[in-house]
């Protein structure tokens, strides 16, 4: 299928907040070598930026949604778009992609309201999202309902997809990933902090961090490192978090 093979970004010289960005103020250039490709880094450490802006420049609504959900125009979102989308460039093969969506997990609730105010017109869009609103479905079942009946190819720009998702949910989404990946039809950028995410095989990982962005293992991570870590003995790390 086509997909995205390379994203560039000359970072601007002037004042703007991307200056104050380590892993973005020398500006990029990303190869994408797999259909799933992870984008790991601290909080504020610019991944989500990137993926926002990779969003606005694919045509996808910023809010969340594809190329047809309107949620960037009307009053309570117009006006809003990405920082870095006009600085960027993305590099298609053999040909641009349009089909796809981008899920943001801060403003699904958001999408889920614009999806009911839509049935409200027209009650069969809620087909495609598993027949019932997503508002009356857990967070976790919402997100799964999306994932399940929304993904079928193009594109998929995801940030922080496992925010509502337990970690047998977190299994579920990857057998997602697994089969529209392998069929071909579907290519995925996603931000994420689940050390059991990344662990895809086969996947991309690129950490964002003070000294840029660079490819990495899953092992290599934080997430993965520090959650063994954890696990493997608890009792130490909770003695110096609370200083007995």
Request: charged fraction near 20%; include cysteine; proline fraction near 4%.
């Amino acid at each position: 299928m086509p997909s995205l093979s390379r994203i560039s970004f000359s970072a601007p010289q002037d004042n703007s907040y991307l200056q104050n960005i380590p892993s973005l103020n020398k500006g990029l250039q990303l190869t994408l070598k797999s259909n799933v490709t992870f984008f790991v880094g601290e909080n504020g450490s610019g991944k989500s930026t990137l993926l926002e802006g990779v969003a606005e420049q694919c045509g996808f609504n910023l809010r969340g949604g594809n190329r047809n959900h309107n949620l960037n125009t009307g009053h309570r979102f117009e006006g809003y778009e990405s920082a870095i989308a006009s600085h960027l460039n993305l590099s298609w093969s053999p040909r641009r992609v349009t089909e796809g969506f981008f899920m943001r997990a801060e403003s699904f609730f958001n999408f889920a309201s614009y999806i009911d105010e839509l049935a409200l017109e027209d009650n069969r869009i809620l087909k495609a999202y598993g027949g019932r609103s997503l508002h009356n479905q857990s967070h976790g079942e919402s997100f799964l309902s999306l994932f399940y009946n929304q993904f079928e190819a193009g594109i998929y720009i995801l940030d922080e997809p496992e925010a509502a998702l337990s970690p047998a949910r977190v299994l579920a989404f990857m057998t997602v990933i697994h089969e529209l990946e392998q069929s071909g039809r579907a290519q995925f950028l996603i931000a994420t902090h689940s050390p059991i995410l990344i662990c895809y095989p086969g996947a991309t990982i690129y950490q964002f961090d003070e000294n840029g962005v660079r490819e990495t293992g899953y092992q290599d991570t934080e997430h993965f490192s520090l959650t063994k870590s954890f696990l493997d003995n608890p009792a130490l790390y909770l003695r110096h978090l609370m200083n007995e």
